[in-house]
């Protein structure tokens, strides 16, 4: 009877690794081989750090295994390599994915509070530890 | 004033909780779109997929009529699943062109053998760049694009054949 449960339990296991299916191609050429240029290949690291791969969706293309972030480095070396600007391939992501494609945080209106909201907050603090400093008319002071 | 004031910490705790429940309850939405829809095509020329077959490029999604753009490829489990319902809207007369992703043509060959070809043109992408070029992020994905090359509608997902009225009313809206 165990067994047999434990037979089920492994045939389970193997479900995952056939729905996830890749296809028989070996990665693309530049998906995990530095550019010859270190300024350049420095660049696409940096800039690969800060998109998002579209697969996993919670890790950046760096950092994947996915085939299609393979496929997205590949792509990022390539236009870095034929001299494109880290933030024209950026762009480039983001025209097709949208903001969320890209971790760099950019100022919008929908995230305009992200950076408002802690500076406003900074000077509501700062207003309160003034009143709790400020020196109160004498004869009224504490004990 | 000050009795009232005294309940703003509570209310923003019920902001902050039904919030939060909010975000349990209904998981966000994991579905990839393309930022595309409603743009033109973006410019690409493939070479074809396999023997027999034609290749694709931009030119040939904009003859004036709307047509389906499929991205598929023969590792991907469900786009076998798709594969009646595309020959399905073919045969109600659906002009369908496609894109294999990181095939061999031994393995497209094999796969229209297989599942029937609805296809008019397959254009072979060996490393998703024409993929990543339309914001699409898997396999399969459908396109509709119109007369004048411009992507009116995308499909994530396989078209399943309850989806086929709406996706003729798609065509029909992209004429």
């Not at chain 1, 067994?3 to 028989?24: C, I, K, T, Y």
């Not at chain 2, 939405?29 to 034609?54: C, E, H, I, M, Y």
């Not at chain 2, 047509?67 to 319902?85: G, K, Q, Y």
Request: aromatic share 6%.
């Amino acid at each position: 009877m165990i067994r047999r449960w434990l037979v089920l339990l492994f045939m389970a296991m193997l479900v995952p690794g056939m729905v996830q299916a890749d296809s028989n191609l070996p990665p693309a050429a530049l998906a995990n081989t530095q550019l010859p240029d270190a300024k350049q290949e420095a660049e696409a690291k940096a800039l690969m750090e800060t998109l998002r791969c579209v697969v996993c969706q919670g890790q950046s293309i760096a950092d994947s295994n996915a085939e299609m972030a393979g496929d997205m480095r590949a792509l990022v070396r390539g236009k870095v390599a034929a001299g494109e600007k880290p933030d024209a391939i950026r762009a480039w992501f983001i025209e097709r994915y949208g903001p969320w494609v890209s971790y760099k945080p950019e100022m919008s209106a929908i995230a305009a509070p992200v950076w408002i909201v802690p500076v406003v907050v900074f000077f509501i603090g700062l207003l309160l530890v003034r009143g709790r400093f400020r020196k109160r008319p004498s004869g009224k002071g504490e004990a | 004033m000050k009795k009232l004031a005294i309940w703003a910490p509570f209310v923003l705790f019920l902001i902050f909780v039904g919030v939060v429940a909010r975000g349990l309850i209904q998981p966000g939405d994991r579905v990839v779109r393309s930022a595309l829809v409603g743009k033109p095509l973006p410019a690409f020329t493939l070479p074809a997929a396999t023997k027999g077959v034609r290749g694709l490029n931009t030119a040939d999604l904009a003859t004036g009529q709307p047509r389906l753009l499929n991205i598929f490829a023969s590792w991907c489990i469900p786009c076998i699943a798709e594969a009646p319902v595309l020959l399905e809207l073919k045969a109600k007369g659906v002009a369908i062109d496609a894109i294999a992703i990181r095939d061999t043509p031994e393995d497209v060959a094999r796969f229209l053998a297989r599942n029937g070809n609805p296809y008019q043109r397959i254009g072979s992408d060996v490393t998703s760049a024409v993929q990543l070029a339309l914001g699409s992020s898997g396999v399969p994905e459908s396109y509709v694009v119109d007369g004048k090359g411009m992507i009116r509608y995308q499909h994530v997902g396989d078209i399943r054949h309850e989806d086929v009225p709406m996706i003729l009313d798609q065509l029909e809206a992209a004429r």
